[in-house]
Every structure is written in C-alpha cells, then in structure tokens.
T-cell receptor, first 113, second 111 residues
Framework: QQQVKQSPQSLIVQKGGISIINCAYE??????FPWYQQFPGKGPALLIA?????SEKKEGRFTISFNKSAKQFSLHIMDSQPGDSATYFC????????????FGAGTTVTVRA | KAGVTQTPRYLIKTRGQQVTLSCSPI?????VSWYQQTPGQGLQFLFE???????NKGNFPGRFSGRQFSNSRSEMNVSTLELGDSALYLC??????????FGPGTRLTVL
C-alpha cells in the first residue's frame, strides 16, 4: 500500500517552462515532506523540504506548495532547464514517530531545449 | 564534508548466496537508513539505525538484516539471495531524524 501517491508518472516541458508534480498522502501523522532529485546512476539528492506549518517554501527555481486540509503537496520547477531532466520523488515521514521516509513512485521530467 | 559512501558500487551474485553491503555516513551523522529501489516497487524502507540500535524496520523478510557499529558505519546483509532481490540498495544518513542524505547506492544483480 503506497502511502504517498505521486503524479504524473512522466512529463515533458520546454526549456523555460514550468514543471508541476503533485503528491497526496493519507497518514495525518506525516509532518515532514521532502522532495528528492535523482539522476541516472546516482542516489537521490535532497532538493527542498517543507513542514506542515507553512503553505509554501521557495528555494531558487524550486517551490513547494502545501495544502494540509487536502493532504496534498506539489513541486513547481520554474524556468525549467535541460539540466533539470531527472526523476523527482516526493516523500513523507513522521518525525515524532518512525522516521522512515515513504516515497512516491517518482516523476521523470524531461526538459526539451 | 564528504558525503555518504557505499561499497561496493556493483555486485553480481547467484541465487542462494549471501551478500554484505557497507555504508559510511556523513561525519557526525548517527542515523543510518537503508532503502531498496526497484523499477516495480520504487523506493522502499528497509531499516534505520541510531547509535547501534535498530529503531525501525520495514516490511521485508528476515533474510534482510543490518547492523551499525560504534563509529556509525552500517552494514546490511541479505542471505539466501533470490532473483527478486536485484535492486539498487541505498543508504542514507542524517544528523537527527530528518534531512536524510543518500549515498550513490550499491547495484546488486542476482543471477
């Protein structure tokens, strides 16, 4: 049973466009929501993370939007660049409970030049 | 500061054998978690260690085990390998309980 549902499975965006990836969760005990970026042959790299006490967090071209009542969060990649082509994973964990990260299935983003 | 290192990077084994994978966390990090990544199941949590104690375990059979040493280095062991154990095994370390930093993984192929 996947605790975090991620969509879309893949997306193609033109250089300079906006990539949007959505995730939904059911477990209300989750209180930490990171996003990871993974390139082929590499381990996932922490991109940005949010706690439920804020609705939005921005770091450079990457923004997380969080909707606690809907139990949804999303990653926006602004001004997408070819170097952003990678697989993105959302995740969730309960920092006060079991620490483990539950991952979404991943979204493969392809940025066309 | 050096990142998480995992050895070996690639491994080929045959069914029925056992394997030991090693992980060295970022200096100062005391928590080490292990994950299995496959195309079909995605990233799945195996177990987490903190100060040599297993604090949490995922839904994997007992053939999967691990341990952590006093220097925070960790090993995981898979006994009686099955074809389905072929995967990328990832180790992640963290200072406390969040911001897990992943290593490059060990690619295990079971023939």
């Amino acid at each position: 049973q996947q605790q975090v549902k991620q969509s879309p499975q893949s997306l193609i965006v033109q250089k300079g466009g906006i990539s949007i990836i959505n995730c939904a969760y059911e477990n209300t005990a989750f209180d930490y929501f990171p996003w990871y970026q993974q390139f082929p042959g590499k381990g996932p790299a922490l991109l940005i993370a949010i706690r439920p006490d804020v609705s939005e967090k921005k770091e450079g071209r990457f923004t997380i939007s969080f909707n606690k009542s809907a139990k949804q969060f999303s990653l926006h990649i602004m001004d997408s660049q070819p170097g952003d082509s990678a697989t993105y994973f959302c995740a969730a964990s309960s920092l006060s409970n079991d620490y483990k990260l539950s991952f979404g299935a991943g979204t493969t983003v392809t940025v066309r030049a | 500061k050096a990142g998480v290192t995992q050895t070996p990077r690639y491994l080929i084994k045959t069914r029925g054998q056992q394997v030991t994978l090693s992980c060295s966390p970022i200096s100062g990090h005391r928590s080490v978690s292990w994950y299995q990544q496959t195309p079909g199941q995605g990233l799945q949590f195996l177990f987490e260690y903190f100060s040599e104690t297993q604090r949490n375990k995922g839904n994997f059979p007992g053939r999967f085990s691990g341990r952590q040493f006093s220097n925070s280095r960790s090993e995981m062991n898979v006994s009686t390998l099955e074809l389905g154990d072929s995967a990328l095994y990832l180790c992640a370390s963290s200072l406390e309980v969040f911001e897990q930093f992943f290593g490059p993984g060990t690619r295990l192929t079971v023939l």
